[in-house]
């Protein structure tokens, strides 16, 4: 059976600990744009090895939850917050973000950076996210657009899900929301975030020289390297979104 899609993230994400292009620097400014501080409630969907999370437990003293579908990525968060002393304020939840329930209302910022897939659309996301949130709370999503409408037409309807920014806040709009801030990815952070997958691809099979799904990761790897070169450096951007309650 060939190697699903969350098994070549967990080769290829083995040695990341923050699972989008992004930094620990920027998302600490997510925190702080969040209003995050002693005691607020977090939920974060799609939280991979929880490094959020992490990051804001420690820096602004927060509490929540996070919810990830891969056991891999569970069983690392889940070490990861005793490791840093955060197991009593932060649970880690292995389940489908969608089929998580939870009072609704009830907590006081919702992220889900670079999952918005959880719920099948970026609006949909955004909706869950609100349902999330109590009245007044902030939401950070993560998302991939288009830098430019001159994206070559066979790439553009490859990814149908893509969009301009403008009408990602046309979608922000109509859910409920202004946009108060973006934090941004860098040339640099797709850079090492990509970086990052292929390196962890080329040490498995370093280690694995007679794996019967070795072809199958040679053929993501170098697919993954001739997409991001030839299309991705070009035309996306990839950015953090903070969300405040719409303004009358």
Same mark, same amino acid.
């Given at each position: 059976?060939? =190697? ?7 080769? /290829? ?5 923050? &699972? ?14 969040? %209003?995050?501080?002693?005691? !607020? ?5 799609? +939280?991979?090895?929880?490094?959020? *999370?992490? *990051? ?17 990525? +569970?069983? %690392? ?16 939840? +292995? ?16 992220? +889900? ?9 970026? *609006?949909?996301? *955004?909706?869950?996210?609100? $349902? ?25 309807? !490859? ?19 202004? &946009? ?11 850079? %090492?975030?990509?970086?990052? $997958? ?9 280690? $694995? ?13 170098? /697919? ?11 035309? =996306? ?5 903070? =969300? ?5």
């Amino acid at each position: 059976m060939p =190697l699903s899609f969350f098994d070549l993230k967990n080769i /290829s994400e083995r040695d990341m600990e923050i &699972l989008n292009p992004t930094s620990a620097e920027k998302m600490l400014a997510v925190g702080a744009s969040l %209003r995050l501080a002693t005691g !607020s409630r977090v939920i974060d969907f799609g +939280c991979g090895y929880g490094e959020a *999370l992490a *990051l804001w437990g420690e820096h602004y003293g927060i509490g929540g939850v996070g919810i990830d579908i891969r056991p891999l990525a +569970c069983e %690392r968060a889940t070490r990861k917050m005793a490791e840093r002393g955060l197991a009593q304020r932060i649970q880690i939840v +292995c389940s489908p973000g969608a089929d998580y329930a939870y009072p609704p209302h009830s907590f006081d910022a919702a992220a +889900c950076i670079g999952a918005s897939f959880i719920w099948g659309s970026f *609006l949909e996301a *955004l909706a869950a996210l609100k $349902n999330a949130v109590r009245p007044g709370g902030r939401v950070a999503i993560g998302e991939v657009y288009w830098l430019s409408a001159d994206v070559p037409q066979e790439y553009r309807q !490859s990814q149908p899900e893509f969009f301009m920014e403008k009408e990602l806040l046309d979608m922000v709009r109509k859910a409920g929301y202004d &946009l108060e801030n973006i934090v941004r990815s860098s040339y640099e952070d797709w850079d %090492r975030y990509q970086s990052g $997958n292929w390196a962890g691809f080329i040490r498995w099979l370093e280690e $694995n020289p007679g794996h019967p799904d070795r072809r199958q990761v040679i053929e993501n790897l170098r /697919s993954s390297q001739d997409e991001y070169l030839q299309y991705e450096h070009r035309y =996306l951007g990839w950015g953090i979104f903070i =969300l405040a309650p719409y303004q009358e």
